[in-house]
């Protein structure tokens, strides 16, 4: 069984993010989608309504679930015995925290591998914060987040044009 971890903050998931699970989801016969908790970056969505969305949006994934978590992100890949963190690589921009991100997480625990996966092009441009701010002024993020997470949008926001 080989387990493949998919950490982030997720707020909220867009379709970048399912891009990168439906890839992992090829390659690994497990992939948990983990939400971080992530107070530091005072998430919009709790982290409870975070994983519902990503529940709701890969359902159809029968190898795919949806998770939280706290703490150090090498004890939660330890605890659930996966061989692979997954992160999505959209431009070099993202590279520098990345790769620190994937070093230090080695240093501090050395049995697993960190996966870097780029998404379709058509999403590299895409960011949750971009999404957020697209929605909060009112414009249509139709095309870039799942649907249900469109609604969320709109309900938290008011702003977002369905
Ligand atoms: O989507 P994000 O915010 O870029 O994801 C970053 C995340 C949640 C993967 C990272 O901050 C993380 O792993 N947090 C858990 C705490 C931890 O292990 N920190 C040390 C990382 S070297």
Redesign the pocket.
């Given at each position: 069984m080989r387990t493949a971890i998919y950490?982030?903050?997720?707020d909220p998931f867009t379709n970048g993010h399912l891009d990168v699970v439906q890839r992992a989801a090829r390659l690994f016969d497990r992939v948990i989608v983990a939400v971080?908790k992530?107070d530091g970056?005072h998430p919009l969505f709790t982290q409870e309504e975070r994983k519902v969305f990503i529940q709701q949006s890969t359902a159809k994934l029968s190898n795919v679930e949806a998770d939280v978590f706290d703490g150090?992100?090498?004890n939660y890949v330890q605890k659930h015995s996966a061989q692979a963190v997954i992160r999505g690589l959209r431009a070099v921009s993202d590279f520098e925290f990345e790769f620190q991100?994937a070093l230090?997480?080695r240093k501090l625990n050395d049995s697993f591998e960190t996966i870097f996966m780029m998404p379709k092009d058509t999403y590299t441009f895409l960011s949750s914060r971009i999404v957020k701010e697209i929605a909060r002024l009112g414009g249509d993020v139709s095309t870039f987040v799942p649907v249900q997470v469109q609604a969320a949008l709109t309900l938290k926001l008011g702003g977002a044009k369905a």
């Open positions: 950490p982030g903050s997720f971080a992530s970056k150090l992100l090498v991100m230090m997480n």
